[in-house]
C-alpha cells in the first residue's frame, strides 16, 4: 500500500484539492494516518496520543488554513513537533571540571554497550582525550574478553581486574577503576556495565550502586533503535532504577524507523547524545534530532545520504581520484573501485530509497536491478590490465572475449565501454573547475531520481555515474550549505 | 506431551544419566522405545563426507535410532500480563487495541483481533472480563496453533544441522548455549560450530556455552576466517565425529546489509554440501517492534527461515511481533528465551502464550 507518511498524506488529500481548504474531518483524518504512520514506526503509544493531541492543537489554527500545499504543510509541523520533542539542539558530552571524566553506561542486553563503548573511547581518544575501558561486565560470558579486543582495536588501555562469567564484583571493579584512573592520569573513565532488565530489581540496585561508587558525569543510557513499544517502560525502569544523563541510540545503521528515540526523548526529558551506526569503530555519530525526524516520518534522508558517500568515499581516496581525472589518468580499474565503494553503502535501492520523493517511485525502485553492477563488475573483471587501463585498444575480437568472459554480450560491453567514455569526459570537465557548480549537487541528486520515474534502460546508466561522481561533489555540497562541518574526520563534526 | 525427536542409539547408560540435571521440567522423562528391530548402530553414518545425504524418499527413522522425548517447558510465567494498567471489559473493549498495540502485535493485527473479540463477544453474549478474556485467549491461541512447531528433529537425516540466525544483540549464541545444553542432556551428541568470526571474542563467548553444555565446538582457525569455511568444518567433525545435531552460530547482522545477507546465504550453501539442513532459526528479541517483520522477511528470503526463537521475554516485552511474523509470513514461533540462565528456555506453545498476555 502506500509506504511512508508523505504518500498517505498525498493520498488523503487528493480528493481535497478542489477545496483548498481543510475542515476539521479533513484534519482528523490526517491526523489517523499520522498516528499510524507513527505506531508503525515504534513510537510509543502513549507518546503517539500526546503527540497527535498537540498537533491537532497547531493544525486546527490558522495555519493549516492557509496553506498551499495542505499536506505538506501538516508534514512540516508535524515535523517541527518531532524535532522539539527530541530535543531540537544536538547536545554535548559534559567533562568533569577536575579529576578524570568518568561515563557509565547502562541498558538492556544486546543493546550494544560493549562495542558503543569501545567507540566512544576510541573517539575521545582521537579527540586527545586519555580514556580507559573498565569491565564491569561480569555476568555475560566473556564480555570481559569482548571488551579488551575492543579496546585493543581502539588503541585504548582496558582496566579488568576480573575474568568475569559471573565471578567478581562489579561495584567494587567500579571503584578501583576509579582509583586506578587517577593513579595513571586518565581523563575519561568509561565504564561498561552489564545488560540488564528493567525488572530485574537485584541487577538495578546493582547498577545504583555502581552509580554511587562511581559517581558519573555521564549516565548514558544505551537503546536498541529496533526495540518497540517496549522501549517506554525500559527507559523509565533505567530512569527511575539508575538515573540517566543521556541515551545513545544504537544500531541506526539498520532499516527499524526507530521510533523509540522519540518514546525515550519524550518519556525521560532526556537528550540523545550519540548515534551508533554499525560495527566498524568508526560507525558512531552525534545524534542530529532533524535527521531522526524525517526517518521516522520516513521522509527520505537526503542529509545521511550525503554524509554515508562522504564517509565511503574517504578524503584521501577522493583527492587521489580527482588527481587522476584532472591528468585525464582515469581508468576503468578506478571505475571498478568507485563502483566497490559505492556498493559498500548498501543496496542500490536502499539508497536510493533514502531520497525524497523516493516513495512515489517505490515500483520503479523495486524493479532495480541490483545484479547489473555486479555484471558490471564481471566485464571489467574480464578485461586485461592493459584493457582496463586503455579502453581504447578494444576492439572487436577483444570485446567479444570480454563477453564471453563475463557471461554477458557484446552489446553489454559496448555499452559500458560507452558509458565509461561519458563518465570520464564528464569529470574531466567537472575537473577542469567546473566543481563550483557542482554545489548544486544536493539538488541534482534527486533529479537522477526524478529520471527514474520514466525507467527504461539509459536511466539506469544514469546511477553509476553517480557513483562514480558524487562522492566528492556530494561532500562539497554539503561543506557548502554549512551542514556539515568542514573535515570529515569523526573528531571535529561533534564540535567539541 | 513432551517433544519427539530421533536420536542416534547410544549405550543405554548415556541417555539416563543427565536426567537429574534438568530443571524444574514438567515431565523429566526420557522414553526409549525401540521402534525398530536393531541393527548395526553405526552403518549408514560412518562413510558420509563427500557424501551428498542420500536421496532417499521415504526416510523413515532407521532402526538404528531412538526415540527420545525431550521434556517439556512452561515459559508462561515469564511473560507479563497485558492487562496490569487497563481494566478489561465491555466498556473499554476499543482499549483493547491499545493494549495490543503496546504489545507490539502492531496496528493491523491490533484491529483485526479486536475487530474479531468484537464479533464472537457478540455473538456469544460475553460481558464480563473474564470471558472477554477467555475469548482473546482463544482466538490468539487459534491463531497461533501450528502443527510444524516442533524442531525439526525426526526426519533421521543425521546430523540435525540447525543453523542460527538473526540482527545484532538478539542473544543468539546466548539460544544456543541453551540448545546445546539441552540437547545433550537428553543424550545427544551435540557439536556447535562458531560461525560467528566477526565480532571480537564472539567465539570466547560461544566457548563458554559449549564448555558448560558438554558439547563439541569447532573453532575458526585463524581470526576473521570465513564463516562459511568454518560451518563447514562444522559438517565435517559432526559427520566424522557422528554428532546428532550441529549447531551454527552466526555473526549478528542487519537485515539491509546486503554483503552481510550473500555470506549467510553462502553458509548455507556450503552447509547443503554436506548436510541437510534441518531447522534455520530465526532469533528476534521480544522487546523488538515493528522492524521484526522486516527482520523476518529479509532473512526468511535469504536463509530460509524455518522457525523463530523468541527471546528475552522475561522482560516486559510481550513480543506481539511474533504473531504478525507467524500469521503474514507463516513461520512458526519454537523456541522462547526467558532469562540468561542455562535453563532458561522453553518450546513455544500457543495457549500458554495467550493465558500469559490475558492473565
Known amino acids: ?98 579529576g578524570p571524566t568518568v561515563i557509565m553506561l547502562a541498558g538492556l542486553q544486546g543493546s550494544g554497550k560493549t562495542t558503543l563503548a569501545g567507540k566512544l573511547a576510541k573517539w575521545l581518544k582521537d579527540q586527545g582525550q586519555t580514556p580507559v575501558l573498565v569491565a564491569a561486565d561480569l555476568q555475560r560470558p566473556n564480555a570481559v574478553n569482548q571488551l579488551q579486543v575492543v579496546g585493543e582495536r581502539a588503541g585504548v588501555e582496558v582496566f579488568a581486574p576480573e575474568p568475569g562469567n559471573g565471578k567478581g564484583d562489579p561495584v567494587k571493579v567500579s571503584k578501583d577503576a576509579i582509583k586506578f584512573a587517577e593513579k595513571k592520569q586518565f581523563s575519561v573513565v568509561i565504564v561498561d556495565t552489564a545488560g540488564r532488565l ?43 532504577g539508575v538515573g540517566i544523563t543521556g541515551v545513545v541510540l544504537t544500531k541506526l545503521d539498520g532499516d527499524a524507523r526507530g521510533g523509540a528515540a522519540l518514546s525515550v526523548s519524550s518519556v525521560t526529558g532526556k537528550p540523545i547524545i550519540f548515534a551508533s551506526t554499525g560495527e566498524g569503530l568508526d560507525a558512531f555519530e552525534p545524534f542530529y534530532p532533524d535527521r531522526m525526524a524525517s526517518r521516522i516520518l520516513d521522509m527520505g534522508d537526503i542529509l545521511t545520504l550525503i554524509e554515508q558517500a562522504q564517509k565511503q568515499f574517504d578524503d584521501v581516496e577522493a583527492a587521489k581520484m580527482a588527481d587522476k581525472i584532472a591528468k585525464n589518468e582515469f581508468t576503468l580499474e578506478d571505475f571498478l573501485e568507485q563502483m566497490q565503494q559505492l556498493k559498500k553503502m548498501g543496496s542500490m535501492k536502499d539508497l536510493l530509497a533514502k531520497l525524497p520523493g523516493a516513495g512515489q517511485m517505490k515500483n520503479q525502485l523495486e524493479n532495480f536491478d541490483e545484479k547489473e553492477i555486479d555484471r558490471t563488475e564481471a566485464i571489467i573483471r574480464s578485461m586485461t590490465p592493459v584493457e582496463r587501463r586503455q579502453p581504447k585498444v578494444l576492439n572487436g575480437s577483444r570485446r567479444l572475449r570480454i563477453a564471453k ?84 574526520g569523526s573528531g571535529s563534526s561533534f564540535g567539541l | ?122 455473538k456469544s453474549g460475553a460481558e464480563t472480563e473474564t470471558e472477554l478474556k477467555a475469548i482473546l485467549a482463544e482466538l490468539i491461541t487459534e ?39 539441552y540437547l545433550s542432556e537428553a543424550g545427544s551428541n551435540v557439536v556447535i560450530a562458531a560461525a560467528d568470526t566477526f565480532r571480537a571474542a564472539a567465539v570466547e563467548q560461544i566457548a563458554t556455552w559449549a564448555e558448560r553444555s558438554g558439547a563439541t565446538l569447532v573453532r575458526p582457525k585463524s581470526e576473521g576466517q570465513d564463516p562459511a569455511s568454518v560451518a563447514f568444518e562444522g559438517t565435517e567433525v559432526a559427520i566424522a565425529s557422528q554428532a546428532d545435531v550441529l549447531i551454527i552460530d552466526t555473526a549478528g547482522r542487519l ?91 522453553a518450546f513455544f506453545e500457543a495457549s500458554e502464550f495467550a493465558r500469559g498476555l490475558v492473565s
Open chain 2, 1 to 122: 506431551m513432551g517433544f519427539l525427536f530421533w536420536k542416534k542409539k547410544d549405550k543405554p547408560e548415556e541417555v539416563v544419566t543427565p536426567e537429574v540435571e534438568v530443571p524444574a521440567p514438567k515431565k523429566k522423562l526420557f522414553s526409549k522405545p525401540k521402534p525398530q528391530p536393531k541393527v548395526e548402530p553405526t552403518a549408514v553414518v560412518e562413510p558420509a563426507i563427500e557424501v551428498i545425504p542420500e536421496p532417499v524418499v521415504e526416510v523413515i527413522p532407521e532402526p538404528e535410532k531412538v526415540e527420545v522425548v525431550l521434556p517439556k517447558r512452561s515459559f508462561a510465567k515469564g511473560i507479563k500480563s497485558l492487562f496490569t494498567r487497563v481494566k478489561f471489559d465491555p466498556e473499554n473493549l476499543d482499549e483493547l487495541e491499545d493494549v495490543l498495540i503496546q504489545a507490539d502485535f502492531g496496528v493491523d493485527a491490533s484491529e483485526q483481533i479486536v475487530a474479531e473479540v468484537k464479533a464472537r463477544a457478540k
Open chain 1, 405 to 488: 568472459g563475463s557471461g554477458t554480450t557484446v552489446t553489454e560491453v559496448n555499452s559500458l565501454v560507452n558509458r565509461f567514455e561519458q563518465a570520464a569526459k564528464m569529470m574531466k570537465t567537472m575537473a577542469k573547475g567546473a566543481m563550483p557548480q557542482m554545489g548544486g549537487a544536493m539538488p541534482g541528486m534527486p533529479n537522477i531520481g526524478g529520471g527514474y520515474v520514466g525507467g527504461g534502460k539509459s536511466k539506469k546508466n544514469d546511477k553509476k555515474k553517480k557513483g562514480s561522481k558524487s562522492g566528492n561533489p556530494a561532500k562539497r555540497a554539503a561543506e557548502n550549505l554549512g551542514i556539515v562541518p568542514s573535515q570529515g
Open chain 2, 255 to 345: 537485515q539491509n546489509k546486503v554483503d552481510l545477507m550473500n555470506e549467510l546465504d553462502k553458509i548455507r550453501r556450503v552447509v547443503e554440501k554436506n548436510c541437510v539442513i534441518a531447522e534455520v532459526l530465526l532469533v528476534i528479541d521480544a522487546t523488538t517492534g515493528q522492524n521484526g517483520m522486516v527482520q523476518a522477511k529479509a532473512f526468511a528470503e535469504v536463509a530460509k527461515v524455518t522457525g523463530v526463537a523468541l527471546t528475552k521475554l522475561d522482560g516486559t516485552a510481550k513480543g506481539g511481533i511474533v504473531y504478525s511474523i507467524q500469521r503474514e509470513l507463516g513461520i512458526p514461533v519454537k523456541l522462547v528465551g526467558v532469562g540468561e540462565g542455562i535453563a532458561d528456555f
Open chain 1, 198 to 240: 528493567g525488572i530485574d530489581e537485584e541487577l538495578m540496585s546493582q547498577a545504583r550502586d555502581i552509580r554511587k561508587a562511581v559517581d558519573p558525569d555521564e549516565v548514558l543510557f544505551v537503546i536498541d533503535s529496533m526495540i518497540g513499544q517496549d522501549a517506554v517502560n525500559v527507559a523509565k525502569a533505567f530512569e527511575d
Open chain 2, 143 to 181: 491463531n497461533l496453533t501450528r502443527t510444524d512447531r516442533e524442531l525439526n528433529l525426526s526426519s533421521g537425516q543425521l546430523p540435525y544441522v540447525v543453523l542460527v540466525v538473526g540482527v545484532n544483540g538478539v542473544g543468539k549464541t546466548t539460544t544456543i548455549g541453551k540448545l546445546a545444553k
Open chain 1, 1 to 98: 500500500m502506500f509506504g511512508n507518511l508523505s504518500d498517505r498524506l498525498v493520498e488523503t488529500f487528493k480528493n481535497l484539492r478542489s477545496k483548498g481548504k481543510l475542515s476539521a474531518a479533513d484534519i482528523d483524518a490526517t491526523l489517523r494516518e499520522i498516528r499510524r504512520a507513527l505506531l508503525e514506526a515504534d513510537v510509543a503509544l502513549e507518546v503517539v496520543k500526546t503527540f497527535v493531541g498537540a498537533i491537532r492543537e497547531r493544525a486546527l489554527g490558522d495555519e493549516v488554513n492557509k496553506a498551499l500545499n495542505p499536506a505538506q504543510q501538516v508534514v512540516q509541523i508535524v515535523n517541527e513537533e518531532l524535532v522539539q520533542i527530541l530535543g531540537g539542539q544536538q547536545r554535548k558530552l559534559t567533562f568533569a571540571k577536575t
